[in-house]
């Protein structure tokens, strides 16, 4: 009996060794060279792939394209209707990138589009100081804060820092003489609006930086920053957050993977 047994027990241990070795090779980081769009875009990597590379090179929601008519520009999309943005930075160690609107008008794109919650990547909205470094009459613009866009019908040309930073213009989006978009906190009232001709287009994050280095003096600025977290990717799901770091290696265009924390704090079993 146990004669007979045996070559069985051989086919059960060496079986799956058998199997998990092609679709090893099938993930080979090889396929998937580092590459640029132009001599100074940012370096492609995981979770970023290049279109036209296999799908195991990155993440879907990370498609990046270069742009063949726009100066070789390393475009992206951050949702299916946001259209192609131009990425200016990616830091790896850091899991942050920053995109801009090719025309200058950051506010324009972002009233078109949101990033889905369950999205890969979200807008950071007090990473840098620029982002709550504004005063406005009742509080700074800082974390977790809305701005909310208003059209105001008016012939008037507001300039900054009015009425003790209620509100700020948004030149790339006002028709002087005809119209101006102002941003402010959802907070302002009617009162400390310019005219009483403003109609609410959207609340969003709206990303501002200091004019003059004047916190009452703020406009948008045209550079959205976008964060991502490794532990948020399907690849890190089955890792054991006790006892694994799940990461990438930044010194070869590696996947995300599931690695024992190095120095360990506790021998294993306790
Ligand atoms: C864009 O890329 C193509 C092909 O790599 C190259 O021939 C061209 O000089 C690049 N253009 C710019 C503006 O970098
Ligand atoms: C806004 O979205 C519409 C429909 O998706 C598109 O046609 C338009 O070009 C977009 N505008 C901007 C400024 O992205
Ligand atoms: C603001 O309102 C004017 C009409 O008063 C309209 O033509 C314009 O498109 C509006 N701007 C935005 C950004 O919605
Ligand atoms: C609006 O006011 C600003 C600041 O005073 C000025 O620079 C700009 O030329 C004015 N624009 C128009 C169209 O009057
Ligand atoms: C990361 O990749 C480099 C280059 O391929 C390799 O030498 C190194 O051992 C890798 N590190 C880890 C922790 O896997």
Redesign the pocket.
């Known amino acids: 009996m146990d004669v007979l047994l045996l070559p069985l027990f051989f086919l059960l241990i060496v079986f799956p060794v058998a199997i998990v070795v092609p679709s090893k090779a099938a993930d080979d980081s090889r396929d998937c060279p580092i590459q640029r769009c132009r001599d100074d875009g940012p370096d492609i990597k995981f979770p970023f792939r290049l279109k036209h590379y296999p799908p195991h090179c990155g993440h879907p929601e990370f498609e990046v394209v270069c742009s063949s008519s726009f100066n070789n520009l390393t475009m992206m999309k951050l949702s299916s ?1 946001s ?1 192609l943005l131009p990425i200016q930075n990616i830091d790896y160690e850091a899991q942050h990138f920053s995109m801009y609107d090719a025309d200058g008008c950051l506010p ?2 972002l009233l ?1 589009f949101t990033i889905s919650t369950n999205s890969l990547f979200q807008q950071a909205r007090y990473y840098r100081l620029n982002y709550y470094s504004c005063m406005f009459k009742y509080r700074y613009h800082g974390d977790n804060s809305k701005i909310t866009l208003l059209n105001c019908s008016t012939a008037q040309n507001f300039s900054m820092g009015m009425n003790y930073g209620s509100y700020f213009p948004v030149r790339c989006l006002s028709v002087p003489g005809h119209y101006q978009v102002i941003g402010a906190v959802p907070e302002t009232s009617k009162a400390d609006l310019p005219v009483p001709t403003c109609t609410s287009l959207r609340q969003l994050y709206l990303p501002l930086r200091r004019v003059n280095a004047n916190m009452h003096h703020c406009e948008p600025d045209n550079v959205l920053w976008l964060l991502w977290d490794p532990w948020d990717f399907p690849a890190c799901q089955n890792c054991n957050r006790r006892m694994e770091d799940c990461s990438f290696n930044y010194s070869s265009n590696e996947m995300l993977k599931c690695h024992p924390f190095i120095p360990r704090h506790k021998p294993r079993g306790m």
């Open positions: 209707s259209g324009r794109r078109n």
